[in-house]
């Protein structure tokens, strides 16, 4: 045995943007390494430099103690490293064994320049027998099911031999039936002396597959442990972090008002493969109140999110308002009610980066009269609005009639932010309102919720950064698989108790909150 | 920033037409006549004689509309190839209202006329846009090849049924004159070029000072921010293709009003109005100043043919290389637009894939 693949201080930026940090990995030789982290902390960033398709911006790569020099994926196959992605690169119309050899297809013996389709056929019919798998090799692709074409994608990598098979969330797009088969399948592979490279966030098949696992938050190696040694709720805190960055002073007041203002009920959606990922989510957020969701990344949290801000709608369940329906509402309709959003990607759903400040400024409120005369735009009262903004939230702009692409991350969320507040909301839904933005920034975004909250106003905050959540909220819903799975006290809970919950078990003194 | 945007824009239009003005002299030098004269009398005669300039403005009338109704789904990233089908069964029912209906009284008829053709417009633009927002079929592709669904179609009803079996060739009837715009004394210019600019100008107005233009922005620069701030990104999808058919059939009607009389194979010119819009709007950055420039240069050069043929011995299909160019020019910014083509071109190796974090 011994190490078969080794990287020294590997680093890769992009522009001023550090996505992996000095990363010192070592994959030992026939095991199965997981690699976990939360969306964006530079997992598939460090794979992919691993497979040649991005250049590292410096560090080294050893492949059985010798420093890699091929420089892309052909090559990386030769050196016997293969790489099944997220997405699959398969041609639909073609068949099994016409898709694993495309590309070093098997000429005739005679006539060279024609495929020898029944050698090809019989060769792939051997190699889906040696490895256990079960696949038709004439069975056309298009046809088959997600799980299936995962499988053609690692046989196209064990037909050119590679001894080192990387997955990058191999388990997102599968049934819990096919997510099984697979770890099987792995741990199959790995008894025929191959060594796999796990990607995923999922803490329940690293426990249940791997050897060794590697956590990596905001691009740096947090730690290194023995599958054996570890358990998920400390694989869960390590994830999430527990570095305090609360500067803020939380006093924990304005529990006195009891009269609740926001009330979810039974909510449920399925995404766009049919899967349910909100499942019968019900709480309930008082005048006064900070209300938490904490969880695993990729636990439901952003569809309740988009379920809460008019971007998705429910299969079942309520949610009111002040005691009006507002289910399946759109955007503007929430806005309009009183209810401030701000969303967890500021680019994608919060701003438009190619539309001036001030359009940006009345994102949301177009509909209302708010900054027309007779119908058509009072501009002077658009841009007037704009500055106020500006000044009131000190926010940091080069040009005021440039556009949102100026601005820097943590002045792009305060502009949401000032546009959001400044409509004297009654209830603030603020989705990872800290992501990726400045300390300064965090400060003042999270004086900003405890003020509001300390007004009398109602906050439904939902972030992955344990550490938030905890200070600045009253009461903490933990989701697990698309359900609340327990409440706690943030005053009262440790980050074991939250830990464990985050890991989907629930502990003897936690509120259960099923149904 | 936006300064640098607008002269960059500018740039892009007046490079390819320099660029192709260039190439064409070459091509006059090559026959042994002089460039600058030739381009001399071109323009000259198009844009600063009365007669010239009236006739240029005249044609310019319906490349107004045809390039607003392109400019209008470009500017939401949505591309409606469909204009010359629908101005073309715009202009065909516009032309039978014009024959058929006797109302006699010439206002009321012309707008009947408008009223049936930017009708048509809109009823032909529904197919492409409900498959659009509700099955996610791109409305280019639908909307290119039904163009030629509707010419065949025209060209059977033309030909059949509604033929004026008195004349030589394939047509409907003339038009009554109750239907017909007088022109500007003895000019081809009719009021319905102010027509074509006051829509123009009111496209231009809805499309900058109100939530209109406001829902055109958002979606054509980022659909999940509109429907994040709740802007019906389907509902306005619809609207925008019915909006833009229903221009395009109002500028069928009043070419048919204005210039044809009746429905030939030739309703639309050789190239054709729809295409031509293309042109314009492209040329034009689809901006309204832009496209006003760009349909009266366009319509310049297509009238200036003539007068090359008249005072020179260049032949006039100069002018159709001129306009090949440009074209073959503007498409590649075309592409760019539509598929980022400069961008997968230019990226270098480290950088594909992105920050796949």
Known sequence: MGTILQTKDLTKKFGDFTANDKINLTVEEGEIKAIVGENGAGKSTLMNMLYRQLEPTSGEIYLRGQPIEFNSPRDAIQHGIGMVHQHFMLVPSFKVYENILLGTELAHDKLRFLVDHKKEQQECAELIKRYGFDLDVNEVVENLSVGQQQKIEILKMLYRNVDILILDEPTSVLTPQEVDELLLQLKELKAQGKTIILITHKLREVMQVSDSVTVIKKGQIIGNVKTSETNEAELAQMMVGRKVLLTVQNDHIGQESPEVIYTVNDLTTNNTYGNIVVDHVSFEIKKGEIYGIAGVEGNGQSELVKLLSGMMEATGGTVHYKGEEITNLWADELRKLGIAIIPEDRYAQGLCKEMSLSANSIAGSTTSDAFKKNGIFDFKRIRQHCQELIDHYQIRIAEFDGNVSQLSGGNAQKLIIAREMNRQPDLLIASQPTRGVDIGAIEFIHQQILDFRNSGGAVLLISSELSEVMSLSDRIGVMYKGKILGEVDPLETSETEIGLLMAGTIPQEAVVYEK | ?357
């Open chain 2, 1 to 357: 920033m936006k300064s640098n945007e607008t002269l960059r824009n500018i740039l892009n239009s007046v490079l390819p037409v320099l660029l192709a003005l260039l190439i064409g002299a070459i091509l006059i030098l090559a026959i042994g006549e002089n460039p600058l004269e030739a381009y001399g009398i071109m323009f000259g005669k198009s844009l600063f004689t009365l007669r010239g300039l009236t006739n240029t403005l005249h044609a310019a009338g319906p490349l107004l509309l045809t390039g607003a109704a392109i400019a209008i789904t470009f500017r939401a990233g949505l591309f409606n190839m469909g204009v010359e089908g629908q101005l073309l069964i715009g202009g065909f029912m516009a032309g039978l209202v014009g024959a058929y209906l006797h109302i006699g009284n010439p206002l009321l008829h012309k707008l009947v006329a408008f009223a049936v053709g930017a009708s048509v417009g809109v009823l032909f633009a529904l197919i492409p846009a409900l498959l659009r927002a509700y099955f996610r079929v791109d409305e280019m592709v639908v909307t290119l090849t039904l163009n030629y669904v509707m010419m065949t179609i025209l060209e059977y009803l033309s030909s059949g049924p509604f033929r004026d079996q008195g004349a030589g060739y394939v047509t409907t009837p003339t038009i009554d004159s109750s239907a017909m715009f007088t022109r500007f004394g003895s000019t081809r210019l009719t009021p319905f070029f102010l027509i074509a600019l006051l829509l123009f100008g009111i496209l231009w107005f809805l499309n900058t000072k109100t939530e209109f233009g406001y829902k055109i922005e958002a979606i054509g620069k980022n659909p999940e921010f509109s429907e994040a701030t709740g802007l019906r990104v389907r509902k306005s999808i619809i609207m925008l293709i019915l909006v833009s058919g229903a221009i395009a059939g109002f500028a069928g009607a009043g070419h048919m009003m204005s210039q044809e009389y009746k429905y030939t194979l030739s309703f639309s010119g050789v190239t054709g109005l729809g295409w031509d819009g293309m042109l314009v709007s492209l040329l034009g950055s689809h901006s309204p100043l832009g496209i006003i420039i760009s349909s009266i240069f366009y319509s310049a050069l297509k009238t200036g043919a003539d007068n090359i043929n008249m005072y020179t011995s260049i032949p006039k299909e100069i002018v159709a290389v001129i306009e090949g160019i440009i074209i073959l020019f503007l498409s590649i910014r075309f592409l760019n637009e539509r598929f980022g083509l400069l961008e997968k071109l230019s990226k270098k190796k480290g950088e594909k894939n992105e920050p796949a974090l």
